[in-house]
């Protein structure tokens, strides 16, 4: 059996950080107004969240990560385990805001359903998320590292990173009205080397080895990574693309 993906606040903020940092963009589109109710999908350790606090907003977030919640908690957020696929709110928030979260809920329809419940008639949902093409490179290293070793499996992968078409499609089938979508580049500058990356984010994939070989593996896809993602100044840059949106409620 597989290891789950697990969440260490400590790693997380040394080798992602910069997932937060990054999310101003989607934070501006939500155009976030003092006083109003606002639930952060994914909220991670609360480090966008506070942001939301600090503008004024009574906000709740959740996690499908105790430990990552329990360091929302820590920093003075309202934050409650909940898996995204299960939200259980009724018509009470004015926005539901999501960054970096939803690519790891794999089924879109019962996410959006959840947001759709939690939200007021007149309330929007803006987020940002991995899009189509999002690591392709590390994704396919990753696959093919496990091919090698005779694992191959077609749903392997713990991302979910839709086109633009497919996202609306899912929006739109639970009367969103869609304002904007956009799938967008972003080569990511990582804070260290791809490894740092690979443990925090990878556990699907290494979690199918036997612990001995977790190692070994992990540095073969560093090696074949290092000739696309890192430059001659020992710079990684992710291939990452983004998919961001704001949607109405409109029933
Ligand atoms: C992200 O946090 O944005 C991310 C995580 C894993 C894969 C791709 C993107």
Known sequence: MADEQTWD????????????????????LLDPREGERILDLGCGDGA???KLVEIGCDVV?????????????????????????????????DAVFSNAAMHWMKR?????????????????????????????????ALIDGLAARGIIDTDISPWY??????YRI???????RVDYIE?????????????????????????R????????????IRDVLSTKLCDNEGQWTADYMRLRFAAYNSA
């Open 108 to 140: 879109p329809d019962e996410v959006i359903r959840g947001v759709k419940e939690a939200l007021l008639p007149s309330g929007r949902f803006v987020a940002e998320m991995g899009g189509f093409g999002c690591v392709h490179t590390i994704e396919t």
């Open 183 to 207: 799938l967008i580049p972003r080569p990511t500058p990582l804070p260290g080397d791809v490894s740092g990356w690979l443990e925090t984010f990878a556990q699907a994939f290494t979690g």
């Open 61 to 93: 977030g959740v996690d499908g990560s105790a430990a990552q919640v329990a360091a929302a908690v820590n920093i003075g957020i309202d934050a409650r385990v909940m898996d995204g696929h299960e939200l259980s709110f009724d018509r009470e928030f």
């Open 209 to 220: 080895l036997p612990e001995p070989e977790r190692a070994p593996y992990l540095d073969e």
């Open 170 to 176: 899912h929006l739109e089938r639970q009367q969103f």
């Open 9 to 28: 606040p400590e790693r997380y903020a040394r080798h992602a950080r910069f997932v937060a940092d990054l999310g101003m963009p989607v934070l501006a």
């Open 48 to 50: 966008l969240t506070q």
């Open 161 to 166: 990173f839709p086109t633009v078409e497919e």
